[in-house]
Each structure stands twice: as structure tokens, then as C-alpha cells.
């Protein structure tokens, strides 16, 4: 039987036009929250939403998702959309027996993979959320 411990979200942007953000090949963090994290057998179910527009060619994006300073997902994603066009990215992610703690920070971050005449802005939604969970 599994029991939810904690419920987090974070939407700094909620739709399309929301933000406006310049995507560059340092990582710049979209969203974070803090979770309770269970003794014993745990998980973490992450999901996150990103709406992108391509400002030049055809963008390569580098999407992490960290727990602390350390990665723990990793997505790329190519942009393959005409100049001024916007895409809507999600994905999840499970965070696997994570070390218990009163609250433990996840945050998602994106940033531009190295290319030639390549740009990208993050234009929302943008939405992080995440439940942690015991089993067994």
C-alpha cells in the first residue's frame, strides 16, 4: 500500500505568453519547491511542463531536473520549429529512495546546447510539481 507524504507545485508561468526569458547556454532555473521526504521505501513522481519559442534555427535544449545540487533527470529536446513559433514540452520523472529528510529542494532548469545561429526563449506555461510517496 502506498501513503502520499508531501505535495509540492511551483507555476511561475500558467500560459502561453507568460514569460518572457532568454534561454542561454548556462542553466537558468524555471522552478523550485521543497517536499517532506519519507523514512524507509520511497519515490518521487515529477512532472513538468515548458512552452519554448525558437528565436533562431533550430534550438537544442539541455531540460534537468536536480534534487539538491545533483541531477537527477536529464531531457534534450531539438526545437525543430520556424523562427516565432512555440512548443509545449512536458515530461515526468521518478526520484528513486530518496534520502529521507523534513524537506528536500527540486528545482528544473534549461538551458542551450551549444550550436550555431541557435536561440530560444521560454515563453510558459511553466510548471514543476511533485508528490512523494512510501511503499511497500
Known sequence: ???????????????SGSLS???????ITLAEFGLAIPQGPNRVLLT??????STLLAPVLLFNVLRGNAVIFSARQEVL????QELTISFQAIDTNVPATSNQGY???VQLQPGL????TVTGPVTLSGISYTYG
Do not use: D, K, Q, Y
Open 1 to 15: 500500500m502506498s501513503n502520499i507524504v508531501s505535495i509540492g507545485t511551483s507555476v511561475p508561468g500558467s500560459s
Open 21 to 27: 526569458r532568454v534561454v542561454s547556454t548556462t542553466p
Open 48 to 53: 513538468a511542463t515548458v512552452g519554448i519559442t
Open 81 to 84: 520549429l520556424s523562427t516565432g
Open 107 to 109: 528545482s528544473f532548469t
Open 117 to 120: 545561429l541557435t536561440g530560444a
